[in-house]
């Protein structure tokens, strides 16, 4: 579809494209709801809101466009991870800090991707299936077997795996209203950000590992 | 507000008041989605749509009523869990057993808790923050530090652990589209569930634990 969009677009590039879909990224966490008109992304763009149709056809080309522009380059990224010449260690560290920082970056994602498939739409379903869910897991698969075979993971479920990371993951970007009572912010900070990345990454990997395996506290 | 109402109940007791509060869980679950409308609660429940407005004054009422249901009992029983002689390990796997459990038992509970406080209103904010989220995150500090005391916890931050744990364990009850994608199921069956369970225990205590503590894999 962003091909598509791509070449159909005019001489003068994507920034519009562009600029609507960081409005929509912004205002979707400003305001901690998938609820915004198009005419306030579009004035939130300084563009004309014409566009949102022409280059999207509409608000679920939109938010589709920006599961793209989300979530594409990190699975793409994954692929290629999955297939390096790393051990399965580091390559779980390394997926982990991905999946945190998608997170960070944009704490509407789940939230996004349910209001996307809520309706059973076959097309959007499978469009999210292909593009996000089953490279997810698949990867997760290669990587806990590969560290199982290793003798350095324990044996663990790959579909049980796949709902606790998300789950874990997910929790603090996305639920603003205990991160405003625990941390009295509407948003994460980097610091803090950072801290729970370490934090993450340390218990998620530590509970998947074998007694003595060669991995040191970040 | 519970014994409020309980005190207001006509003689005929509770039965309509819990009928009531059974169907908005059963229509909650069934539907996915919070926005069920009072008369189909009353249909469901087979009372007389008055009866809300007289137990609960209407649907926020009613929805904090059903939070004092899946949630309080779990809530008092952690105080008292707090309290025991019990090795810091053992406590630590009753709480997340609980935790787990009332995510299957209600599976729209964060749902709940964020639209019930979305607005920021700061009578409801208080109650959830009082019933709710201060004894647990009391909670885990308290089983936390004495663990780590005992020395078989590594240092572990309590906030970060209460996003960690309630994101992980509500993760796979919730959400429905991956649920269906990977299991070909509407709801997490028993079976599932009590993998799951293990899974999650295991995952979560191997994750705080120091090398060599005394924990046996489920």
Same mark, same amino acid.
């Given at each position: 579809?962003?091909?598509? /969009?791509?070449?159909?677009a005019?001489?003068?590039g994507? @920034?519009a494209? /562009?600029?609507l879909?960081?409005?929509?990224?912004?205002?979707?966490i %400003?305001?901690d709801?998938?609820d915004?008109?198009?005419?306030?992304?579009? &004035?939130?763009?300084?563009?004309?809101?014409?566009?949102?149709?022409?280059y999207?056809?509409?608000? %679920? !080309?939109?938010?589709?466009?920006?599961? /793209?522009?989300?979530?594409?380059?990190?699975? +793409? &990224?994954? @692929?290629?991870?999955?297939?390096?010449?790393?051990?399965?260690?580091?390559? $779980?560290?390394?997926?982990?800090?991905?999946? #945190?920082?998608?997170?960070y970056?944009?704490?509407?994602?789940?939230?996004?991707?349910?209001?996307?498939?809520? /309706?059973?739409?076959?097309?959007?379903? +499978?469009?999210?299936?292909? %593009?996000?869910l089953?490279?997810?897991?698949?990867?997760?698969? #290669?990587?806990?077997?590969?560290?199982? &075979?290793?003798?350095?993971?324990?044996? #663990?479920d790959? $579909?049980?795996?796949?709902?606790?990371?998300?789950?874990? =993951?997910d +929790? $603090?970007y996305?639920?603003?209203?205990?991160?405003?009572?625990?941390?009295?912010? &509407?948003?994460?900070?980097?610091e803090?950000?950072?801290?729970? %990345?370490k934090?993450? #990454?340390?218990?998620? $990997?530590r509970?998947?590992? =074998?007694? !003595?395996?060669?991995?040191?506290?970040?």
């Amino acid at each position: 579809m962003r091909k598509k /969009d791509r070449q159909q677009a005019p001489p003068s590039g994507d @920034s519009a494209r /562009d600029k609507l879909l960081e409005a929509t990224s912004q205002l979707m966490i %400003e305001r901690d709801t998938l609820d915004i008109t198009l005419s306030e992304i579009a &004035e939130r763009a300084q563009v004309n809101a014409g566009l949102v149709h022409y280059y999207f056809r509409g608000k %679920e !080309g939109l938010l589709f466009a920006l599961i /793209d522009r989300d979530v594409a380059p990190g699975v +793409s &990224e994954l @692929s290629s991870l999955v297939n390096m010449d790393l051990p399965p260690i580091q390559k $779980m560290v390394v997926h982990l800090t991905g999946i #945190i920082r998608a997170y960070y970056r944009n704490p509407y994602l789940n939230r996004l991707i349910t209001a996307m498939t809520r /309706d059973g739409r076959r097309d959007r379903v +499978s469009r999210v299936l292909t %593009e996000l869910l089953i490279p997810l897991l698949k990867a997760h698969t #290669i990587i806990l077997e590969s560290g199982f &075979e290793a003798g350095v993971f324990r044996k #663990i479920d790959p $579909m049980l795996f796949y709902f606790t990371v998300i789950g874990a =993951v997910d +929790s $603090m970007y996305s639920n603003r209203f205990s991160l405003r009572a625990l941390v009295g912010a &509407e948003r994460v900070s980097e610091e803090l950000h950072q801290a729970n %990345e370490k934090h993450l #990454i340390n218990l998620i $990997m530590r509970g998947i590992l =074998v007694d !003595g395996a060669p991995y040191r506290l970040l």
